[in-house]
């Protein structure tokens, strides 16, 4: 049962454009959530992160908003370089859980 | 670069063998997470270890196992290994036992022939 979705598989953004990446959860026990930048042969890079209590959290290009009403959060990266080309996972947690609930990953491209 | 270490990089096994992976949390560190991840099922929790202390499991199988020593680093023992078996295995630390920031080793890619 997967607990965090990514519905898209892929993101083709054009250098100096938005990327919107999109997250929905189900369980209402996370309230901590995170999102991961992932290269080929490396581990999960840490990104940015934001707990419940806020709906919006912002580090220099990358902004993270949550939707508690609708267990959607999405992060925006303002503006796209080519080197943010990755696969960015959502991942959520909950305050007695130790453990992240990954989603499958959205393969974002940024073209010139 | 996380302060994550992992050995080795590369594993190529044969059906039935048992193999160990290792890895270094980052200094401070007292939580250890194993995660692995397969072509079709994304990242999944293996098993979490705390100041030695086993904390949490999640799809771990009964072949696998893992520990985690007094110098705070962990080892994943998988045995009688199976060609699902072929995934890549992250480490993961934090410093709390509860994260929330866990901070991944480079990995290590399991392949069983």
């Known amino acids: 049962d997967q607990q965090v979705k990514q519905n898209s598989p892929s993101l083709s953004v054009q250098e100096g454009r938005i990327s919107i990446l999109n997250c929905d959860y189900t369980?209402?026990?996370?309230?901590?959530f995170l999102w991961y930048k992932k290269y080929p042969a490396e581990g999960p890079t840490f990104l940015i992160s934001?707990?419940?209590?806020?709906d919006k959290n912002e580090d220099g290009r990358f902004t993270v908003f949550l939707n508690k009403s609708a267990k959607h959060l999405s992060l925006h990266i303002v503006p796209s370089q080519p080197g943010d080309s990755a696969v960015y996972f959502c991942?959520?947690?909950?305050?007695?859980?130790?453990?992240?609930?990954f989603g499958r990953g959205t393969q974002l491209t940024v073209w010139p | 670069d996380s302060g994550v270490t992992q050995t080795p990089k590369h594993l190529i096994t044969a059906t039935g063998q048992r193999v160990t992976l290792r890895c270094s949390p980052r200094?401070?560190?007292?939580?250890v997470y194993w995660y692995q991840q397969s072509l079709d099922q994304g990242l999944q929790f293996l098993i979490q270890?705390?100041?030695?202390?086993?904390?949490a499991k999640g799809n771990i199988l009964e072949r696998f196992s893992a520990q985690q020593f007094p110098d705070l680093h962990s080892e994943l023992n998988l045995s009688s290994l199976e060609l699902g078996d072929s995934a890549l295995y992250f480490c993961?630390?934090?410093?709390?036992?509860?994260?929330?920031?866990?901070?991944f080793g480079p990995g290590t890619r399991l392949t069983v022939t």
């Open positions: 993961a630390s934090s410093v709390e036992v509860v994260g929330p920031e866990q901070y």
């Open positions: 369980n209402s026990m996370f309230d901590y």
């Open positions: 934001i707990s419940s209590i806020k």
């Open positions: 991942a959520a947690s909950g305050s007695t859980l130790g453990r992240l609930y």
């Open positions: 200094s401070g560190d007292l939580s």
């Open positions: 270890y705390y100041n030695g202390e086993e904390r």
